[in-house]
């Protein structure tokens, strides 16, 4: 099949078009999405060297992990933590982690109702991370069977940009997803895939190919946050939480902030895929958790 390569160009890739030579790759794309992590123990074995490259050639990156809906979610996301964290971790420009969902036709009907929930630890885990919000890649069937315990759509899917899967037969005749194949729960679009046969020079098998919305590409042009200023919440937590001035809770207290607050940090100290704590910068300056025994305390906000 013949097509036109939509621009701005988009890749994901996984060790199956290893190894590759981004100084040969042309046109250079704008952005590649590299598999990280896959399940409670799988990492991809191209990642890192993939990681250092595109950062080495200026190239945007972001990093993936393919869920099993019948693995635990903590340790998934500890999987992919620990892949992106010795590949060298993120930067500002990198995009937030993104969630790769399908597979769950084949699962029990209790694995599906369970989806939902699991889901979101994983993504929570991912923002407290990241301190951005996380992607999700799906398709309009795969998440038709992401359900709560009563069966129904998760109702904060649109609170995570989309990625969405669908490879029409002759993708030239769409600048855009058709809104019918939009998964439930979602009204835009972040990325889209619209095939896995590409050829591009540099790169020696067939690769994924996506485009940007407009949207979601004006975000990405935007400069990053002043330093000191990278991170950017929201108290959640009802009782308030405490600045300390280490992140640990023995250590000497601050001050304090109340539900509502907007924050301000440097960076994010990650302890495991249950405790992250917040080096702030404003309205006061310490250590905060943003997240503590698995309950998110500050909402970092997409930066």
């Given at each position: 099949?013949?097509?036109?390569?939509?621009?701005?160009?988009?890749?994901?890739?996984?060790?199956?078009?290893?190894?590759?030579?981004?100084?040969?790759?042309?046109?250079?794309?704008?952005?590649?999405?590299?598999?990280?992590?896959?399940g409670?123990?799988y990492?991809?074995?191209?990642?890192?060297?993939?990681?250092?490259?595109?950062?080495?050639?200026?190239?945007?990156?972001?990093?993936?992990?393919?869920?099993?809906?019948?693995?635990?979610?903590?340790?998934?996301?500890?999987?992919?933590?620990?892949?992106?964290?010795?590949?060298?971790?993120?930067?500002?420009?990198?995009?937030?982690?993104?969630?790769?969902?399908?597979?769950?036709?084949?699962?029990?009907?209790?694995?599906?109702?369970?989806?939902?929930?699991?889901?979101?630890?994983?993504?929570?885990?991912?923002?407290?991370?990241?301190?951005?919000?996380?992607?999700?890649?799906?398709?309009?069937?795969q998440?038709?069977?992401?359900?709560?315990?009563?069966?129904?759509?998760?109702?904060?899917?649109?609170?995570?940009?989309?990625?969405?899967?669908?490879?029409?037969?002759?993708?030239?005749?769409?600048?855009?997803?058709?809104?019918?194949?939009?998964?439930?729960?979602w009204?835009?679009?972040?990325?889209?895939?619209?095939?896995?046969?590409?050829?591009?020079?540099?790169?020696?098998?067939?690769?994924?190919?996506?485009?940007?919305?407009?949207?979601?590409?004006?975000?990405?042009?935007?400069?990053p946050?002043?330093?000191?200023?990278?991170?950017?919440?929201?108290?959640?937590?009802?009782?308030?939480?405490?600045?300390?001035v280490?992140?640990?809770?023995?250590?000497?207290?601050?001050?304090?902030?109340?539900?509502?607050t907007?924050?301000?940090?440097?960076?994010?100290?990650?302890?495991?895929?249950?405790?992250?704590?917040?080096?702030?910068?404003?309205?006061?300056?310490?250590?905060?958790?943003?997240?503590?025994?698995?309950?998110?305390?500050i909402?970092m906000?997409?930066?």
């Amino acid at each position: 099949m013949k097509y036109k390569v939509k621009k701005p160009i988009v890749l994901d890739i996984s060790s199956f078009q290893a190894p590759v030579d981004w100084t040969k790759v042309a046109p250079q794309p704008l952005l590649v999405m590299c598999k990280a992590s896959e399940g409670m123990a799988y990492n991809d074995p191209s990642f890192a060297t993939y990681w250092s490259d595109l950062k080495a050639q200026n190239i945007k990156r972001g990093a993936y992990h393919y869920y099993h809906p019948e693995m635990d979610a903590t340790q998934q996301f500890a999987n992919y933590q620990k892949a992106v964290t010795q590949a060298g971790g993120f930067v500002t420009s990198d995009i937030a982690p993104v969630l790769d969902v399908e597979g769950l036709e084949t699962a029990a009907p209790a694995i599906r109702k369970a989806a939902a929930a699991s889901i979101k630890t994983w993504l929570d885990a991912a923002q407290a991370f990241s301190g951005k919000t996380p992607m999700i890649y799906t398709s309009k069937y795969q998440w038709g069977f992401v359900t709560d315990t009563n069966g129904k759509p998760p109702t904060w899917s649109s609170n995570y940009p989309l990625w969405v899967a669908w490879l029409p037969d002759k993708p030239d005749k769409f600048s855009a997803p058709a809104s019918s194949v939009i998964p439930i729960g979602w009204n835009q679009w972040a990325i889209w895939q619209y095939a896995n046969t590409g050829q591009i020079t540099g790169i020696n098998v067939a690769v994924d190919l996506d485009i940007l919305s407009d949207w979601f590409s004006k975000q990405l042009g935007q400069q990053p946050p002043a330093p000191g200023q990278t991170y950017v919440g929201k108290v959640v937590a009802p009782s308030g939480v405490n600045v300390r001035v280490q992140p640990t809770i023995t250590a000497k207290l601050v001050g304090s902030m109340v539900n509502g607050t907007t924050v301000r940090g440097a960076s994010i100290k990650v302890i495991s895929p249950n405790e992250a704590w917040l080096e702030l910068k404003d309205p006061l300056v310490g250590w905060c958790a943003i997240v503590y025994n698995g309950t998110v305390l500050i909402s970092m906000n997409p930066s």
